[in-house]
């Protein structure tokens, strides 16, 4: 079975800080994805990756960066943490081919900056 | 512009009856995957069902289906005989791109289920 992984559940920072949030899979997947979801706005694509340090920036970047070292490592990072950042956050992972293959999603870290 | 659109906020069904929920797309690509997931209250994304723009026939998985309409541009999902276990968030998303750059998908704002008991 894909397992996406992520580092945390649950997560209260406070304004300023710098946030890690990491997401491992295990399933050799080229793509990975850094969505939040936000009640009443879907997912939103922050950032994403298609291969070891290459990014694309999604609809939201703003704010955000990402870190992608290893294949099966992708990293949001928060450099100055937020109110309007607290969201839940959701990694995920796919093959790159064909359009005919799903994403596999972690389990999500729900972020609180105070 | 919306490349996913979902008209319904949310929907009620009584246990045992059928349920469809709505998604239109919006792609000027020719090759394209239409997904439908499940988010229930532990937040978890399950994928449910998979459609190809080139499939002819209708996806089916179990109690899930999906109505495909390519020229209306919609990717329905239909779930026979309701479960109280169904009650949950409900996304329609399109993955598209080209395959040596990088795919994305994009989901649609989902439709909170709840079946009734």
């Known amino acids: 079975d894909v397992k996406v992984t992520q580092s945390s559940r649950y997560l209260v920072k406070r304004t300023g800080e710098k946030v890690f949030l990491e997401c491992v899979q295990d399933?050799?997947?080229?793509?990975m994805f850094w969505y939040r979801q936000d009640p009443g706005l879907g997912l939103r694509l922050i950032y994403f990756?298609?291969?070891?340090?290459?990014?694309e920036k999604g609809d939201i970047p703003e704010g955000y960066s990402v870190s992608r070292e290893k294949k099966e490592r992708f990293s949001l990072i928060l450099e100055s943490a937020s109110t309007n950042q607290t969201s839940m956050y959701l990694c995920?992972?796919?093959?790159?081919?064909?359009?005919?293959?799903?994403?596999?999603f972690g389990p999500g870290t729900r972020l609180t900056v105070l | 512009a919306q490349k996913i659109t979902q008209t319904q906020p949310g929907m009620f069904v009584q246990e045992k009856e059928a349920v469809t929920l709505d998604c239109t797309y919006d792609?000027?690509?020719?090759?394209?995957?239409l997904f439908w997931y499940k988010q229930p209250s532990s937040g978890e994304m399950i994928f449910l069902i998979y459609?190809?723009?080139?499939?002819?026939q209708n996806a089916t998985e179990g109690r899930y289906s999906l109505n495909f309409q390519k020229a209306r541009k919609s990717a329905n999902l239909v779930i026979s005989a309701s479960q109280l276990g169904d009650s949950a968030m409900y996304f329609c998303?399109?993955?598209?791109?080209?395959?040596?750059?990088?795919?994305?998908?994009?989901f649609g704002p989902g439709t909170r289920l709840s079946v009734l008991p």
């Open positions: 995920a992972s796919s093959r790159l081919g064909p359009n005919t293959d799903t994403q596999y």
């Open positions: 399933m050799d997947h080229e793509n």
């Open positions: 990756s298609y291969d070891v340090k290459m990014k």
């Open positions: 792609t000027s690509d020719q090759s394209y995957g």
């Open positions: 459609q190809g723009s080139y499939d002819e």
């Open positions: 998303a399109m993955r598209e791109g080209q395959r040596n750059y990088g795919q994305n998908f994009v």
